[in-house]
């Protein structure tokens, strides 16, 4: 019965909210490729990309917990945290990121920029949502890092409100975080130096959250005045939680050489040199490289992949 009637356009907390996006032909959107970079692995127990092509996202908000399912059309939420989903949901879908900025100057780019029109920089406003799984990817594999931050979540988060796909949680907030036992990071495959890191962000998240509405700089300063936090984990954040378009990764294994084989196929670019690669595109730098990153051109690979630490055998 429940899907034969649409829902009605209310935003509470008990029916949830529902809102239509407006057309814009001239300005396609692609959900996966703007909703992406906020998806921590396939199994992301706080992302759900549905068969229909809708997206799920469960987040803590000011307001509380909440859950937003988005589609081409319209968006709809649950949850205390509703209100405040669907009010910054265009900033969300990139309504504040200007893609007309961008002016290719390599072929690659150019090329690429042209195949994925519906490539917007996504902003949610929201910092610790994005520093807490930033941290735990410092210096480990990705699939390490996926697996630490769906163990945390599904034990110490909350189920997501509202008709949430099996399986989704929202995060814990900021308390819970640093009430998490030391035998219980250990478990989730958390060495001391990133459990302490998350604790310290976590005292101070209101000053913290207070990043998302400062310039991209003063942002990444404010996080980096926490220690273990450094300027890779610093632009990954605001990179989500600000729609940075010029915040570059800095200190990353890989992206110098794909970058520097991408516009000059010198695969063993270093931080420097590959600034000075996208420096032609200042103002968009972080927009140029993930259109790198979407090119799929990246270096042959010539040593086996990193090997994952499992601490928690020891």
């Known amino acids: 019965m429940a899907g034969r009637f649409a829902p009605k356009p209310t935003r509470t ?12 032909p001239d300005a396609p959107l692609d959900l996966g490729l703007t909703l992406g970079p906020l998806r921590r692995g396939p199994a992301d127990p706080t992302f759900r990309a549905a068969p229909d092509g809708s997206v799920w996202r469960a987040s803590r908000t000011p307001d509380g917990p909440g859950t937003i399912r988005i589609t081409a059309t319209a968006a709809e939420a649950w949850g205390p945290g509703a209100s405040w989903l669907l009010d910054r949901l265009p900033a969300l879908l990139g309504a504040e990121d200007d893609p007309t900025a961008f002016v290719p100057r390599h072929k690659l780019l150019l090329a690429t920029h042209r195949r994925r029109p519906g490539l917007r920089l996504t902003r949610t406003g929201l910092v610790l949502e994005s520093l807490i799984p930033s941290v735990l990817e410092q210096k480990v594999t990705t699939n390490e890092a996926y697996g630490s931050w769906r163990t945390l979540v599904r034990k110490y988060g909350e189920p997501a409100p509202g008709p949430a796909p099996d399986g989704m949680y929202v995060m814990p907030d900021a308390h819970a975080w640093t009430r998490i036992p030391s035998w219980e990071w250990h478990r989730a495959n958390v060495d001391g130096k990133r459990s302490a890191t998350i604790v310290r962000a976590a005292r101070v998240a209101a000053r913290l959250e207070e990043a998302a509405l400062m310039d991209p700089p ?68 972080h927009r140029a490289a993930r259109l790198i990153l979407l090119s799929g051109r990246v270096p042959p690979r010539r040593a086996p992949r990193m090997t994952p630490n499992d601490i928690r055998a020891l």
Do not use: F
């Open 218 to 285: 003063a942002a990444r300063k404010r996080l980096e005045l926490i220690p273990g936090v450094g300027p890779w984990t610093s632009a990954e954040t605001i990179q989500r939680s600000n729609g940075a378009p010029d915040e570059v990764t800095t200190g990353d294994l890989h992206l110098p050489g794909i970058v520097g084989w991408a516009l000059a196929g010198d695969r063993t670019t270093d931080d420097e040199a590959m600034l000075e690669l996208l420096a032609p595109y200042a103002g968009q730098r």
């Open 13 to 24: 907390t008990v029916r949830g909210g529902h809102i239509p996006l407006p057309a814009t």
